[in-house]
């Protein structure tokens, strides 16, 4: 291998374990030596690799994020061509994406709040992402209601995040299908469909 294919390995092996420890023992626990030991490298390769736990962070948080509007986006697309269909499709994509893996539910809602100012901007850029296709998807609010529909939109995707915070923490979380269900009633009733 060359020098820059070992370095984009050790990223690689640095990014997997920090995507399993951030959620597992949560992020403000997560140490650089723990990180190390978990990628089987030196905390000077660490250091070749990111600036810090929280630019490693940053980097998976991202991924997530990504990945998750990627298969929104996607469902969105294929969905029926009705205001409830997309609907139903958008929010069923990001919670069924999200809960797929429990641990990218606890990086996405609870770990990035903890991580904290190193996060700030990622997670405005990610909760633009999802306004944006739930503006440009969704959105068919009488303009006479005078509702603004950013702040409008802005309140649904709090609503589904303090949903997948509760099913994080939950010592007996909620089935997937009835957090998909409220979440859809939520929309449904702020958009009164």
């Not at 539910?105 to 901007?121: F, Q």
């Not at 296709?133 to 969704?138: D, Q």
């Not at 959105?139 to 995040?161: N, S």
Request: net charge negative; glycine share 4%; with cysteine.
């Amino acid at each position: 291998m060359s020098s820059e294919e070992r370095l984009a390995e050790r990223r690689e092996r640095l990014i997997r374990s920090a995507y399993i420890l951030y959620a597992d023992l949560g992020f403000p626990d997560t140490t650089i030596e723990k990180l190390c030991a978990a990628a089987r490298i030196s905390n000077r390769a660490f250091y070749e690799c990111f600036t810090g736990r929280d630019e490693l962070m940053w980097v998976v948080y991202n991924r997530c994020v990504r990945d998750n509007l990627a298969a929104v986006s996607a469902a969105v697309e294929q969905a029926p061509n009705t205001l409830l269909g997309r609907i139903e499709a958008g929010v069923a994509a990001y919670i069924e994406f999200v809960t797929e893996d429990p641990r990218r539910a606890r990086i996405l809602h609870l770990e990035v709040r903890r991580a904290g100012d190193c996060l700030t901007s990622s997670r405005q850029e990610a909760v633009a992402g999802f306004t944006q296709i739930i503006e440009t998807n969704l959105l068919q609010v009488p303009e006479e209601t005078g509702v603004d529909l950013h702040l409008l939109v802005l309140g649904m995707i709090g609503a589904i995040q303090e949903l997948l915070i509760e099913w994080v923490l939950a010592e007996d979380p909620p089935p997937v299908e009835s957090v998909v269900k409220t979440a859809v009633y939520i929309f449904n009733r702020s958009l009164a469909i």
